[in-house]
T-cell receptor
């Protein structure tokens, strides 16, 4: 059974810092990997989707990489801002296209 | 406006009662999903539907039931058989299974 782990569980950084969030998964036979953002008490917003054949995806200040063979993905956030404060969730889709989520990383960017 | 709506935003239930959570989408998506989120944890799949009149159990389907009579609607019933129903419930949809999932704002269910 696929297991997804996100480290760290919580992270606090000063504004302007570049940061990396980590996601690891146990079964490398994935269909795709998604990164989501969740604000407190709200639904999820999709940030980036990486297909299994891709190595990375970029959107603005966000860059997500995928190393399927080692079961790892990273989300890089450049020049962090207080508005980036949220919980970031990683999810992998298996061959049946169902998502397995990690526990999330709660990010706080301090002004 | 296109999107996914969930109602109500907050729901309180007495022990032993069944309650139904609403999920509606006007995105013309084939696939719809229900997830449960407990505090500080990721999401777990309850049920999903790839097409009208069809649905499949997810990882934690016990104590829940769904229907998919219309493409735009996928209601979730939390039955009295669900022993620990207090949680945040999220509905999602995608064009097809495997495509990006779009999430609703969620319903917070509390059992009194």
């Amino acid at each position: 059974k696929q297991e997804v782990t996100q480290i760290p569980a919580a992270l606090s950084v000063p504004e302007g810092e570049n940061l990396v969030l980590n996601c690891s998964f146990t079964d490398s036979a994935i269909y795709n990997l998604q990164w989501f953002r969740q604000d407190p008490g709200k639904g999820l917003t999709s940030l980036l989707l990486i297909q299994s054949s891709q190595r990375e995806q970029t959107s603005g200040r966000l860059n997500a990489s995928l190393d399927k063979s080692s079961g790892r993905s990273t989300l890089y956030i450049a020049a962090s801002q207080p508005g980036d404060s949220a919980t970031y969730l990683c999810a992998v889709a298996n061959a049946g296209n169902m998502l397995t989520f990690g526990g999330g990383t709660r990010l706080m960017v301090k002004p | 406006d296109g999107g996914i709506t969930q109602s109500p935003k907050y729901l309180f239930r007495k022990e032993g009662q069944n309650v139904t959570l609403s999920c509606e989408q006007n995105l013309n998506h084939d696939a719809m999903y229900w997830y449960r989120q407990d505090p500080g944890q990721g999401l777990r799949l309850i049920y999903y539907s790839q097409i009208v009149n069809d649905f499949q159990k997810g990882d934690i389907a016990e104590g829940y039931s769904v229907s998919r009579e219309k493409k735009e609607s996928f209601p979730l019933t939390v039955t009295s058989a669900q022993k620990n129903p207090t949680a945040f419930y999220l509905c999602a949809s995608s064009v097809q299974p495997g495509n990006t999932q779009y999430f609703g704002p969620g319903t917070r269910l509390t059992v009194l």
